[in-house]
Each structure stands twice: as structure tokens, then as C-alpha cells.
Nanobody, 114 residues
Framework: QVQLVESGGGKVQPGGSLRLSCAASGIIFIFYTMAWYRQVPGKQRELVAIISSGGSINYVDSVKGRFIISRDNAKNTVYLQMNSLKIEDTAVYYC????????WGQGTQVTVSS
């Protein structure tokens, strides 16, 4: 049974930081490209950051220089360090694992508000 369990969401003021974690089980983690997506009500889910099995990384333009994606293959975990958070970063953040099949986590709410 595949599980992706996100944690680390919450409420933070503009300019603050949060670190999201996604712990994977039931997959051979090292084979998977891991990504973080986000979604706000009424809009399509958006790719935020992606890290391949080989460590190649890409970000959506709106988070470049502020967010850092990383993975720890020994812990089967992918992280998203979010710095200099803006109100427009408010969304539900989802972890995604993609290899031959695609899996999603349940999502974690991030709210940036003063």
C-alpha cells in the first residue's frame, strides 16, 4: 500500500518560513521523481517544485529564489523549504510521486496571512 504523508503546513505571517515534509512508504523511493504541487479553490493544481531521482530540480517561476526542494533517500522523504512567504503562496500543498505510476498525498494547508 502506497502512502505519501505530508506534514509541516500551518499559518504564517508574510515573510515567514515553513518546511513541508512528505514521507513515502510502499514505493522504491529512489526510483521516483518527487514533486510538490499546490491548489487554491477554483484553480487548477499547480506544479511548484520537482526533483528527479537523479537530483535534477526545477521550480515554478513564482517561487524561484524562495523555495528549496530536497530529498533524503535514506528516509524516503522529500522536503519543501519555503522562505519569504507571500500571501499568494496560500494553498493546499500536495506531495506527488511519479515513476511508472503516480501517487498523491492528502495535502497540507499553508496559510500566509497577517
Amino acid at each position: 500500500q502506497v502512502q505519501l504523508v505530508e506534514s509541516g503546513g500551518g499559518k504564517v505571517q508574510p515573510g515567514g518560513s515553513l518546511r513541508l515534509s512528505c514521507a513515502a512508504s510502499g514505493i522504491i523511493f529512489i526510483f521516483y521523481t518527487m514533486a510538490w504541487y499546490r491548489q487554491v479553490p477554483g484553480k487548477q493544481r499547480e506544479l511548484v517544485a520537482i526533483i528527479s531521482s537523479g537530483g535534477s530540480i526545477n521550480y515554478v517561476d513564482s517561487v524561484k529564489g524562495r523555495f528549496i526542494i530536497s530529498r533524503d533517500n535514506a528516509k524516503n522523504t522529500v522536503y519543501l523549504q519555503m522562505n519569504s512567504l507571500k500571501i499568494e503562496d496560500t494553498a493546499v500543498y500536495y506531495c506527488n510521486a511519479n515513476h511508472r505510476y503516480q501517487y498523491w498525498g492528502q495535502g497540507t494547508q499553508v496559510t500566509v496571512s497577517s
